[in-house]
């Protein structure tokens, strides 16, 4: 995909989410105006290292979406991947709340998933065959010529 579409602002929230959760584990325990904590309770040191983990996966998903070129088939399986993280983080996110509806950081990534989702299965590039990279490339050499 070019870049400045949806696949860049997903791989902008996967860094950026992933750089606070690895730097700094403990804003998970931090709510934000109407927006609740995303986990309550103590920030043991285990749950902490469990999110910096998370945040290192994060942070490689920043990379691969900002780089890779979805055509309609890597595009569909990064839609699967998205649409199963994204139905993680709201199973995860009702679960805490006893399957009720509190609002958490949770569903800001369910909600970043399932877009980025639905943008790589359904506005992909083409698949480009050898002849028509061959038909752009003597195009391009005609128009500069």
């Given at each position: 995909?070019?870049?400045?579409?949806?696949?860049?602002?997903?791989?902008?929230?996967?860094?950026?989410?992933?750089?606070?959760?690895?730097?700094y584990?403990?804003?998970w325990?931090?709510?934000?105006?109407?927006?609740?904590?995303?986990?309550?309770?103590?920030?043991?040191?285990?749950?902490?290292s469990l999110?910096?983990?998370?945040?290192?996966?994060?942070?490689?998903?920043?990379p691969?979406?900002?780089?890779?070129?979805?055509?309609?088939l890597?595009?569909?399986?990064?839609m699967?991947?998205?649409?199963?993280?994204?139905?993680?983080f709201?199973?995860?996110?009702?679960?805490?709340?006893?399957?009720?509806?509190?609002?958490r950081?949770?569903?800001?990534f369910?909600?970043?998933?399932?877009v980025?989702?639905?943008?790589?299965?359904?506005?992909?590039?083409?698949?480009?065959?050898?002849?028509?990279?061959?038909?752009?490339?003597?195009a391009?050499?005609?128009?500069?010529?």
């Amino acid at each position: 995909m070019p870049h400045g579409d949806l696949s860049d602002s997903a791989a902008s929230f996967c860094a950026l989410t992933g750089l606070v959760s690895l730097f700094y584990p403990q804003s998970w325990f931090l709510g934000l105006g109407p927006v609740q904590p995303m986990l309550d309770g103590d920030a043991t040191p285990a749950m902490l290292s469990l999110i910096q983990v998370i945040g290192g996966l994060l942070l490689l998903l920043g990379p691969v979406f900002f780089v890779v070129r979805w055509n309609t088939l890597n595009g569909k399986a990064a839609m699967l991947g998205c649409l199963i993280a994204s139905a993680t983080f709201a199973a995860v996110g009702l679960r805490l709340d006893s399957w009720t509806f509190v609002p958490r950081g949770w569903y800001l990534f369910t909600s970043a998933f399932f877009v980025s989702g639905m943008h790589f299965g359904f506005n992909a590039n083409p698949m480009l065959t050898s002849a028509m990279l061959l038909e752009k490339e003597k195009a391009k050499a005609a128009k500069k010529a």
